[in-house]
């Protein structure tokens, strides 16, 4: 039997560590999972994935490994997580709006932390920070390959973009209400 394009699809993007960090150069494992199955995105992009990755998602295209070997291990990235140095946080909270996994909690103005059991280490919130607070950390676990990792990562991001377009939705809804209610006063 064959895999259909969206198995195909479900089945590429469970191979993928979900850190949801963008270094594929697609917004997220999914649509890079997509361009992979659409023939748009060569099966070596995924620089935490390594090696394992690279060889799930070339049995799963039926494509040779060997030739992309070079480029996985060349690019490799450990897992690893973050942490924020609490003295010099100034709680702006331009990592949490970045986060894609919602693995950071902090009040405006108050040091912010980092849920350690959550980061996937995507080190998207380093760039964003204005003090330089947040430092990478290596770890021993190779937690982008935990499927309970996994799991959680992408039903976190899930979460999280429903949650973006919920709110866009109603910050548009609230901008047309204002616009209609100015035009009336106007008109
Ligand atoms: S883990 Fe990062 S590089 Fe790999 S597919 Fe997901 S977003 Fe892309
Ligand atoms: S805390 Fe930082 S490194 Fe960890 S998941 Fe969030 S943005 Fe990525
Ligand atoms: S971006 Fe840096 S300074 Fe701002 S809240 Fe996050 S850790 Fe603190």
Redesign the pocket.
């Known amino acids: 039997m064959s895999v259909g394009v969206p198995a195909l699809v479900d089945l590429i993007d469970a191979s993928?560590?979900?850190?949801?960090?963008?270094?594929?150069d697609?917004e997220?494992?999914r649509p890079?999972?997509q361009a992979v199955v659409d023939g748009e995105a060569s099966i070596d992009?995924?620089?935490?994935?390594g090696e394992h990755?690279l060889r799930q998602i070339s049995q799963l295209m039926g494509i040779d490994p060997a030739p992309y070997l070079k480029t996985v291990m060349d690019q490799f990235r450990p897992a690893s997580i973050v942490r924020i140095d609490l003295d010099t946080c100034i709680g702006c909270v331009k990592c949490i709006q970045v986060c894609p996994v919602d693995a950071i909690v902090g009040a405006p103005k108050r040091a912010h932390v980092v849920l350690e059991d959550v980061c996937t280490g995507?080190n998207l919130c380093i760039e964003p920070c204005p003090v330089d607070c947040i430092h990478e950390h290596a770890i021993d676990n190779p937690t982008?390959h935990d499927r309970r990792m996994q799991d959680q990562s992408r039903a976190r991001f899930e979460r999280r973009m429903v949650r973006l377009k919920r709110q866009a939705d109603e910050k548009s809804r609230a901008f047309s209400k204002a616009q209609k209610l100015i035009s009336g006063v106007t008109s």
């Open positions: 993928l560590p979900q850190t949801q960090c963008k270094e594929c697609f997220a494992c890079y999972a992009r995924c620089r935490p994935g990755t995507c982008v």
